[in-house]
């Protein structure tokens, strides 16, 4: 797996809503990979219980721990958001699949 992560990525943490808006942890660099124009369906809830339905444009391959939804994600000067993060195990292989919009 590791073989395929061939991008570098920021990602800057969500941690909360705040009183001024979202309030995000320190960035951090993984290596990744990406795969843009997935263009599938995601269904996620916002700060407050509102329902978001969107359509993907990205999507992320990475390792380590999972990366909270509303989360920032930086590569190659796109901005995104991370609106699905789901940990995919298998024998042997444990990585992280991140929708971002």
Not at 34 to 48: A, D, F, N, W
Request: glycine share 12%.
């Amino acid at each position: 797996m590791e073989s395929l992560l061939v991008h570098l990525a920021t990602i800057v943490p969500y941690l909360r809503q705040g009183s001024g808006g979202p309030l995000y942890g320190e960035p951090e660099t993984r290596k990744c990979r990406m795969e843009p124009g997935t263009g599938h369906k995601v269904v996620y809830k916002k700060p407050g219980g509102v329902i978001q339905e969107t359509v993907a444009n990205m999507l992320m391959f990475c390792l380590g721990d999972p990366i909270p939804i509303y989360s920032r994600v930086v590569w190659e000067g796109q901005e995104m958001l991370v609106v699905r993060c789901q940990q995919m195990m298998g024998p042997g292989l444990h990585h992280l699949e991140v929708d971002l919009e």
